[in-house]
């Protein structure tokens, strides 16, 4: 398997009936500010509050009816673990989602709001992976991995072809960057449509390792567990699968500090009055930083999530 | 002068390349859990952040050229403040706005943000009123109500029809009340053009100034400059020339405690990730409050603004 054009197509009908085709936004200050003209493409709105669900999505209806019926699994304190709870609870099949016992309760809650079983396990990677492991071989599921899967990269393809269809003219896509399945299923479908469009990478300084990863060509993982960047969606080593669409589809690598995200996720919730994710907000830190070279060109930023405790702002 | 509907379409071309159509959002997670189908217009989206841009621009794009010139005042610390100064600028005429000293200084700065001259004051009405009248003698500026004026009433009416054009068959449009303005606009554009919609207004319970001045057949106004709702928008006392509008045209005053207005926000802020101030929360808590009312019904709530201080939110 690997990705192709054509398969992306056909998800996205599969998927349309269980998303949302997100609005895309503008703000004539941060325009202003930037000088280029910004177009924000909103996933924070999307069904289970960010683009995972494009993935999760078509992972499992991708599944022959048999195995579905067994259920899907996946360890997951974040995005990708609410949007699998949400996608096998419209379809109608178990879900199990394994969290670490650290994991926030507000974050654990809204999983199983979703209908999910939650399974705590220990908080270490390992913990989480054999736990994964067991519910499959006890009940027969399915583990949708959150970006190393060409499903899952297919899924959030998807999202390039939507860009098409509501932006003319695009010269660049800004795209955060955590495991990879984003930017390799984005990247891979652009450039098939349009080598001319730049697709730009965004990456936290503290959890740059797609752009490590592609230095030293070899995978850098994370080696700590703890959380390093504001921007915990990208906290996420890259992929086996991701790194080589990265390689070969993405333009260039940015990396921009945490002080910046925070900065920029204030902007765009005071300019613009939506509730977007530290990681979301990171693509319009690397614009921030970055100026000139998006100087008066049409740039869309993937707004990846919404997803926020409200509780806990970077900046109170 | 009064309202008049032909005038209100006057004032809509007349406004319409200063402000935004905002976009009209909903939520099927809200849909289900009040059992209506809910249509949230979205001024906290509007030019300034809220809907006041409307009635501040159609009232000084209706000053003769020479009077404009002489500049505007205000005395708020609130939207209207913001919304005056913004409009002024992008017309380019001298604006004021007269803020009491105990104002936070975040609202001041914004203000200031938008070009104005801010005038700092004693924190009472008789300093805000007397140094307002003593500028516009001064400088022979026109003081711009906040709500209490026909032009003011007209821009916001244009809200009426463009609710027309983006959502079909209306049963009931629910509007936050502070002094009447928005909700007298409205309310008459809405019942001249189709008497069978309803419109219900919705008060804090510690100022539902407009519910007790129909009660009382004379104005009740606000005797105390303290905030006594979350909703500070809402705070005001009704007013002269709305009052009577409020008698004629508004089926209903609801009141919500603020209680329910901070739940009501949440929700909104964690279900469809916008944000919204307390005063454009408190339709979605009476619509929760007596979800009966709405069952099933086309509902229209007014997002009223989005201007909210993000380091102290009610909830944290």
Same mark, same amino acid.
């Given at each position: ?59 499992? *209806?991708? %599944? ?9 699994? +996946?360890?997951? @304190?974040?995005?990708? =673990? $609410?949007? !699998? ?73 998807? *999202?390039? %072809? ?9 010269? +660049?896509?800004? @795209?955060?960057?955590? =495991? $990879?399945? !984003? ?134």
């Amino acid at each position: 398997m690997t990705l192709d054009l054509h398969i992306i197509r056909q998800a996205e009908q599969v998927i349309r009936q269980y998303i949302h085709q997100t609005p895309v936004l503008s703000s004539d200050t941060l325009n202003r500010q930037t000088g280029s003209q910004l177009h924000f493409k909103c996933e924070n709105f999307q069904k289970s509050g960010s683009f995972k669900i494009r993935g999760a999505c078509y992972s499992v *209806l991708s %599944l022959p009816v048999e195995l579905a019926q067994k259920g899907v699994v +996946a360890h997951s @304190v974040g995005n990708h =673990g $609410g949007a !699998l709870a949400l996608i096998a609870k419209l379809r109608n099949i178990p879900v199990s989602i394994v969290v670490p016992s650290d994991a926030p309760s507000v974050k654990i809650d809204a999983i199983r709001q979703y209908g999910a079983e939650v399974i705590i396990c220990d908080p270490t990677m390992e913990a989480r992976e054999s736990t994964s492991l067991q519910i499959v071989e006890e009940k027969g599921a399915t583990y949708i991995p959150p970006f190393d899967s060409y499903p899952v990269m297919t899924g959030q393809g998807t *999202l390039g %072809l939507e860009l098409f269809k509501q932006i003319d003219n695009i010269d +660049a896509v800004v @795209v955060p960057v955590g =495991g $990879g399945g !984003l930017i390799s299923g984005i990247s891979y479908a652009i450039k098939a449509l349009n080598p001319a469009i730049e697709v730009i990478g965004v990456e936290p300084t503290a959890a740059n390792f797609a752009a490590q990863s592609l230095a030293a060509g070899t995978l850098c993982e994370s080696k700590n567990s703890q959380l390093k960047t504001i921007a915990d969606g990208l906290a996420a080593g890259t992929g086996k699968l991701t790194l080589p669409f990265i390689k070969k589809y993405v333009d260039e690598l940015l990396v921009v500090d945490d002080e910046l995200i925070v900065e920029a996720m204030e902007l765009i919730w005071t300019r613009m009055k939506i509730i977007v994710e530290p990681a979301a907000a990171a693509a319009l830190a690397a614009v921030l930083k970055h100026s000139d070279r998006f100087h008066r060109r049409n740039t869309v930023l993937i707004m990846t999530g919404g997803n926020v405790n409200l509780n806990r702002l970077p900046w109170s």
